[in-house]
């Protein structure tokens, strides 16, 4: 295992690290845009991350539950969260102002493989909250643009209120280092003028792509993941240069808790970035 | 590994001068069952049980503890379960649960938990004859080499004493005149009886060798879904199994100023909520998938991490099942043969 | 910031008021309650009590009467959260307890008589969950001190109340008894919610089910696994209905379609 390469913390992993919720707003109806940051300098310092890791946030009384952070590693400093409110610990950050405490440990997981994925054509396809982790790896690629090949971004909502940053993403299309076609399944507003579909009704959209020298990366809610696989193994890209990151029920972070167990591998440890390799290897993943 | 010589009659003198060191735990009864409990009158400790209602886990990591308190001025790390302890009693299956636990805890993001309280208690292991649940033969945990602090082979009119660890070594060294260091040949004949005999009284046997391939291979067998429907769903397999480690974690606020607690409370995979997700998406929400994660984890993926089964064979799984879903019948079932459990006998639907 | 007291009232429908009882007989904590809610209506604790808007209603006791709905649809109106305590609350208990639900109507002729009852109309006992929404359930008879405090100092934090959702049986292996369903007795552990901390098998008195059922509850299973213990077809049914409410009717009723 990489156990050994990995950061070892310095004495109790379970303790969560005092942190300060920055700024928070609406994202869409449900849910919200978290800036955070340590209190302690050195611990903010001492969190280094790439995109696709995540994190455990408590909010004491009400619990702790696993995040991805959807900030880039580029941007030290601050962490950024997307988070829709589903259970008790997101119930409790929802009722969350700026400037409350709130306790974040990590970071923890394998992440996207940024040394390899450099140099290389990077195809980012999104769904509804699958944004979360894929913004971070979407903006480390543009914060070093020059590290990577074509960058190109397909993204499906539901409907136009429910795509998170879409300014952001309007704005990527404008800018001519990048390929970004954007789907909502319905429209329900009359005035979106962009496509109307589920997402891998974007992939003919495509410019060319050269399958061997592309990471194709997947995230979104867990019906969607067989469809858009489908679309990368007809564009013929390697099964181990497909990734996705996925969620499960994690209550430790650290392969201790078991409840991310799949097979003999931990989401929390092993995951929660996997190949499509290891989806034909590992039965039940997605 | 040196080897010395204690007779029966010092036993309890041993026990009075170790125990003055830490709390001494060892195996006494509960109705007509065994449990590891705090022992001060030496006369209370059986001597000859099989396996304790609980495995030794529960003094590393107890069933509900606190993991931390917290106010508003921060948190406080609360380590109140740790104590020093001599165990003394453990059998060979349960010194090798500990040592699989060991290997998790104290693996990539070390638990202070466990290690903590895994630092401060001496195993004190005692051999054991089978009885017709176990099979720590078919699992090769009823011989021990390593885990133990001392190890005490009972041979009737003495124990022959393995020394493990310095620790152990201290041990003996606060009253080094009640060991013997030189064994007769007869003492050495009478253990090589003994072990001959113990390793012929095993009954259940488990081929483990072929359970990973047969894992994959009766993946989607039908007596997967059939064990589901009788599984009753209560983790009481996991909660007495020496090597299952899952928790879940709870935080619980308190009035009048008191701190809250975050509390670690053992889990099961068995459990209906186990792989659910805020939201109510849930992973596992057949039975049958979840007992099959259960025997992939003792069966398959700890075999393929480690060369062996996470299954010590102590056979708390066969006595603690109601409905008679555990690893021999499972095993059973696996290999095609027709475990005649509970689960053949389920009538399929209870019509009208 | 000092956060307003959340408004709680705490209230009582048929039953024998034993959750209420609970409450108050939560002695040590009882001024700390007070002082971190208000309390606006408790009708065993105090006299002033008044009806208006709540943050959060305790409500125990099943819908045995015509007058029980009606406060229990007033209640529901104005509070912003519900939540069913004790057991005929969440499950409709003992009052519950029939096997069928036809045999009903009959069972009130049989007690009543031809009585006419002019107060108000006696009707079939449901838990709360038969007619208005239950935001929280926090079962039990009655319901035990630490599993109400915690559910109270959640609710008063803002968050949603976590209860176990296994069976009794969790908590009895944590406390190492000796599962006396194997000893073969006739024990409901494996079909009742946990909260109790195992209290009746700790003691080596078999669970009788009085947390009423628990989310994954194989009365199949268990019906079976009695049957071949020797125990009698309607022994079971009477034990397993006891405190099951409406949740075993239909399981009941099927047992008793099956020809011996």
Request: glycine share 8%.
């Amino acid at each position: 295992m990489n156990g050994e390469t990995r950061c070892r913390e310095e004495g109790n992993p379970f303790l969560p690290h005092p942190a300060r919720i920055v700024r928070t707003y609406p994202l869409t109806q449900d849910v919200k845009f978290f800036q955070i940051r340590f209190l302690n300098m050195d611990q903010a310092l001492a969190f280094k991350y790439k995109p696709g890791q995540f994190a455990m946030i408590s909010v004491l009384g009400a619990g702790e539950a696993p995040f991805c952070l959807s900030s880039p590693p580029s941007r030290p400093g601050l962490l950024e969260f997307c988070i829709r409110k589903a259970g008790s610990v997101t119930g409790a950050l929802f009722d969350l102002k700026e400037n409350a405490m709130i306790g974040v440990r990590g970071p923890y997981g394998n992440g996207f493989p940024i040394e390899q994925m450099a140099g290389r054509d990077i195809l980012i396809t999104i769904g509804g909250l699958g944004v979360a982790p894929l913004r971070s790896v979407l903006l480390y690629c543009l914060d070093n643009r020059d590290q990577f090949g074509k960058v190109s971004v397909l993204y499906g909502a539901k409907k136009p209120s429910e795509m998170i940053f879409r300014e952001e993403y309007f704005a990527l299309k404008e800018r001519g280092d990048l390929e970004c076609h954007l789907a909502v399944d319905a429209d329900d507003t009359g005035s979106w003028t962009e496509n109307v579909g589920v997402v891998t009704t974007l992939f003919p959209k495509l410019s060319k792509v050269n399958p061997e020298n592309t990471y194709a990366l997947v995230c979104g809610p867990p019906v969607m993941y067989k469809f858009v696989l489908r679309e990368f193994v007809k564009l013929s890209i390697p099964k181990n240069q497909i990734l996705m990151t996925l969620e499960r029920r994690m209550k430790c972070g650290v392969g201790k808790c078991g409840h991310c167990a799949i097979d003999y591998i931990y989401t929390c440890l092993d995951g929660p970035v996997f190949t499509y390799w290891d989806v034909l290897h590992m039965r039940e993943l997605i | 590994m040196r080897i010395v010589k204690l007779k029966k009659e010092y036993f309890h003198p041993f026990l009075d001068v170790i125990s003055r060191q830490a709390e001494l735990w060892a195996p006494v009864k509960k109705g007509d069952k065994h449990i590891f409990d705090r022992v001060e009158d030496f006369n209370r400790i059986e001597m000859k049980t099989t396996r304790t209602l609980l495995p030794p886990k529960k003094l590393l990591v107890p069933p509900a503890f606190n993991t931390f308190t917290f106010n508003a001025e921060g948190y406080q790390e609360d380590l109140s379960h740790v104590s020093s302890k001599i165990l003394f009693g453990i059998h060979p299956c349960d010194i090798h649960g500990l040592l699989t636990l060991d290997k998790l805890f104290m693996h990539e993001y070390t638990d202070p938990y466990y290690v903590k309280a895994r630092q401060k208690t001496l195993i004190l292991g005692l051999s054991c004859w089978p009885d017709e649940y176990c099979f720590a033969k078919s699992t090769r945990t009823h011989i021990i080499d390593e885990g133990f602090d001392l190890f005490f082979t009972d041979l009737e009119d003495f124990f022959l004493v393995w020394v493990g660890s310095s620790q152990g070594d201290d041990l003996l060294r606060m009253k080094p005149d009640l060991f013997e260091e030189t064994l007769s040949d007869s003492d050495i004949q009478r253990y090589i009886r003994w072990q001959t005999e113990r390793d012929k009284a095993y009954r259940t046997e488990i081929n483990f060798m072929a359970m990973p391939d047969l894992m994959e291979l009766k993946y989607k067998a039908p007596f997967w879904e059939e064990a589901g429907r009788a599984c009753l769903a209560c983790g009481s397999c996991s909660m007495v199994c020496p090597t299952c480690n899952c928790y879940n974690v709870l935080d619980k606020l308190a009035l009048g100023g008191k701190p809250g607690r975050r509390l670690r409370l053992w889990d099961s995979c068995t459990l209906v909520e186990y792989s659910e997700v805020a939201g109510g998406e849930n992973f596992r929400e057949h039975k049958a998938d979840r007992l099959r994660l259960w025997y992939t984890h003792k069966l398959q993926a700890y075999v393929s991490k480690y060369g062996k089964p996470s299954c010590v064979g102590c056979g708390r799984c066969l006595v603690t099942c109601p409905v008679e879903i555990n690893v021999r019948t499972i095993s059973k079932a696996l290999e095609g043969e027709d475990p005649k459990a509970f689960w053949y006998r389920l009538p399929s639907e209870v019509k009208p | 910031m000092k956060k307003d007291k959340l408004k709680i009232g705490i209230y009582e429908l048929t039953g024998c008021a034993g959750d209420a009882l609970l409450i108050l007989d939560c002695e040590d904590e009882l001024i700390n309650i007070f002082h971190a809610a208000d309390i606006r209506s408790f009708l065993m604790a105090k006299s002033d009590n008044i009806d208006g808007e709540l943050d959060v209603a305790l409500v125990e006791g099943s819908v045995s009467t015509e007058r029980d709905l009606q406060e229990l649809l007033d209640i529901r109106k104005r509070s912003k959260v519900l939540v069913a305590i004790g057991l005929c609350a969440t499950a409709g208990g003992n009052q519950a307890a029939f096997l069928d639900p036809r045999e009903w109507e009959d069972n009130l002729k049989k007690v009543y008589g031809r009585t006419e009852m002019t107060h108000t109309k006696p009707l079939q006992s449901k838990p709360l969950n038969a007619y208005v929404k239950v935001d929280h359930y926090l079962p039990g008879c009655p319901i035990d001190r630490e599993q109400f405090l915690s559910t109270l100092t959640r609710l008063l934090a803002g968050h949603p109340p976590e209860l176990h959702r296994f069976p009794v049986c969790v908590e009895c292996k944590w406390r190492e008894n000796d599962c006396l369903l194997n000893r073969g007795i006739l024990c409901l552990g494996p079909l009742t919610a946990a909260g109790c901390r195992a209290v009746c098998p700790s003691h080596n008195l078999p669970c009788v089910g009085c947390w009423g059922p628990a989310e994954e509850a194989n009365y199949t299973a268990e019906y079976q696994l009695l049957m071949e213990k020797g125990f009698d077809r309607e022994m079971i049914l009477r034990k397993m209905s006891t405190f099951s409410g409406t949740a075993i009717a239909d399981f009941a009723a099927r047992i008793r379609g099956v020809k011996k």
